[in-house]
């Protein structure tokens, strides 16, 4: 199973950028599907995460700016980023818990590579 994230870049300060988190291999199911954050020098942070039903769990700094989804048909994840600040400067990551077997149906916890966001101000 892999996690591709894509769609990180440049932008300056009030812009927009759309992340994507595609899933890939053998897979069974997804779970919860998450966006982590690594700012320069920090710790990596959720910002938010979305389960298969569409329940979701956001960070506060960025409640009311990003929007999560996801398409299970596609086994793809989307972040919506809004009004984006320079603090959102960072390495977004994606993981998802994923049933890989249909026989042992436990999850397991894969993460993608992480797509890199610069915001100018």
């Known amino acids: 199973v892999q996690l591709q994230a894509s769609g990180g870049g440049l932008v300056e300060a009030g812009g927009s950028l759309r992340l994507s988190c595609a899933a890939s291999?053998?897979?069974?199911?997804?779970?919860?599907m998450g966006w982590y954050h690594q700012a320069p020098g920090k710790q990596r942070e959720l910002v938010a995460n979305i389960s298969s039903g569409a329940n979701t769990n956001w960070a506060d700094s960025v409640k009311g700016r990003f929007a999560i989804s996801r398409d299970n048909a596609k086994n793809t994840m989307y972040l919506q980023m809004n009004n984006l600040k320079p603090v959102d400067t960072g390495v977004y990551s994606c993981?998802?818990?994923?049933?890989?077997?249909?026989?042992?149906?436990?999850?397991?916890?894969?993460w993608g590579q992480g797509t890199e966001v610069t915001v100018s101000s």
């Open positions: 993981n998802a818990l994923i049933v890989t077997s249909p026989i042992i149906r436990l999850p397991r916890r894969f």
């Open positions: 291999g053998s897979i069974v199911s997804i779970n919860f």
